[in-house]
């Protein structure tokens, strides 16, 4: 085995916290960028780095390349459920965040599905989840004002939040509230219960034709007329065309300072720590109100300032960057799937058994985003579950291949501390504490200094080295 690759802690910090797990091929590509800084700004073009196997992986999933309409008669004809078309968005999620050479993108579109939340199987909106998905891609990596716009008049978000019933007679207020709430300025931002009532109101005439072709229009006739006000936003609102309107709005409230400092708040919480500073969430506000919403400016002044590198491992992993991080360190391979049994059919499976599956949690305000959330006793021993079953090369079974047990090692005989060194900088890209070294050790019944032959250490021990490492703080924070 070939010695793991040498990273700064700042390095490796940026890397980790911009991926779902650096990996020494993820450490070459920074190299044959300049720097971690370069790396980033080449992942700030997503459309400029190639990523053939995400991108063919795209085609082992059926229902992503469905219409609406298409998915909604094979559920008629009981060939589909709402069940199965999330399950195979999930797992393409997790594949797509495992193996996609994109992966500040990905970071990205999981930040802003978990902020503009719509549940994969919510039974109102499910045949437009993808393309709200989709949605979501396109803008990731763009301005705020442009993804609110496209998200908050997406079907998708109007049948979840009952906009696309809302008329100017039968008013409902979900999605006007949920914007204000969840979606940009805070429930502490001030607004009133009268405003709630004009941001609907603003809202309206959005609507989809639900179980028929779910197609999105806007209906004029629908839509309330008259003069709407919320948080300084003012607009006589006379036409029954209320697009403009709505859009002035929306891009109103991107750009509302209580946005900049929400928004910067999420985004510092995270990628930097759970209790970000007061200083560091107004450095990033401001950066993103100079910036007019520009989601690179603001990426930029985070990891700029001085508490990003830090924050280095106080991060808790949640289950599903757990679970893409293991896939990466082990260099698990996925395959085209063909059984029920494959990786590329099991991954959100694995994700919802250590807690958390992509686009799961039941309510509209997202998942937590803070270690106390992820740290039960439950959650590690799930998490300890999957990492052994990964490393012994057990779960999942089929549809994909494993690393040689070998490639962990270095020439044998060797110390074991030699051993586990080598694995851990190969493995985690980082060092060991002796603390890490001596419980890694006694795991897998060596002592440290004992010399080993390749008998002594066997694939049975190999795989207890890996998964200590993996459930190691070295791999569960970042």
């Known amino acids: 085995m070939m010695p793991g690759p040498r990273v700064s802690k700042q390095d490796r910090t940026l890397l980790n916290r911009l991926s779902f797990g650096i990996t020494p091929a993820l450490v070459a590509d920074m190299q044959a960028a300049g720097n971690a800084k370069q790396w980033m700004t080449q992942q700030m073009q997503p459309q400029q780095v190639k990523d053939i196997t995400a991108a063919r992986m795209t085609t082992w999933f059926p229902v992503l390349s469905k219409t609406p309409q298409q998915q909604y008669r094979d559920f008629l004809t009981g060939t589909a459920t709402v069940y199965d078309m999330g399950i195979q968005l999930g797992n393409w999620t997790i594949l797509r965040r495992a193996y996609s050479k994109r992966q500040l993108l990905e970071v990205m579109v999981s930040f802003w599905s978990d902020m503009l939340h719509i549940p994969v199987s919510e039974t109102k909106s499910w045949p437009l989840r993808i393309s709200y998905d989709m949605t979501i891609r396109k803008h990731a990596l763009g301005r705020f004002d442009d993804l609110l716009v496209a998200v908050e008049t997406h079907g998708a978000m109007g049948a979840f939040l009952d906009n696309a019933t809302s008329t100017t007679t039968k008013l409902n207020e979900n999605l006007g509230r949920e914007t204000l709430e969840l979606h940009t300025v805070g429930i502490n931002a001030g607004y ?22 779910w197609s999105g229009y806007y209906s004029p006739q629908d839509h309330y007329v008259g003069r709407v006000q919320v948080l300084g936003f003012a607009s006589e609102n006379m036409s029954t065309n209320g697009q403009p309107s709505a859009e002035a709005y929306l891009r109103y409230l991107a750009r509302h300072p209580q946005t900049a400092l929400r928004l910067a708040r999420r985004l510092c919480q995270r990628l930097v720590s759970d209790a970000p500073s007061p200083a560091l969430v107004q450095a990033v506000a401001e950066a993103y109100s100079a910036s007019e919403t520009d989601v690179k400016a603001t990426l930029r002044a985070l990891v700029s300032h001085p508490e990003f590198a830090a924050s280095a491992d106080r991060k808790v992993k ?8 293991t896939y990466r360190a082990l260099r698990i391979v996925a395959k085209s799937p063909a059984s029920a049994t494959d990786l590329a059919n099991v991954a959100v499976l694995q994700a919802a058994s250590m807690g ?9 305000d997202g998942p937590p985003d803070v270690g106390h959330a992820w740290a039960s006793v439950s959650r590690v021993l799930a998490s300890w579950y999957v990492h052994y079953g990964a490393a012994e090369r057990w779960t999942p079974a089929t549809g994909c291949t494993y690393a040689d047990p070998t490639s962990w090692l270095p020439s044998l005989p060797a110390a074991v501390s030699d051993i586990i060194r080598q694995a851990a900088q190969v493995l985690l890209c980082r060092g060991l504490s002796a603390v890490e070294m001596a419980a890694i050790a006694k795991r897998i019944g060596l002592l440290p200094s004992a010399r080993v ?24 924070m970042r």
């Open 453 to 476: 032959t390749r008998a002594e250490m066997s694939d049975w021990r190999i795989g207890l080295m890996l998964a200590g490492l993996l459930d190691s703080p070295a791999h569960m």
């Open 318 to 325: 949640t289950p599903t960057e757990d679970l893409v991080s």
């Open 192 to 213: 009133t219960e009268a405003e709630v009532v004009d941001s609907a109101r603003i809202l309206t005439g959005y609507r989809v034709d639900l179980n028929n072709t």
């Open 356 to 364: 958390q599956r992509p686009f799961g949690w039941p309510r509209p």
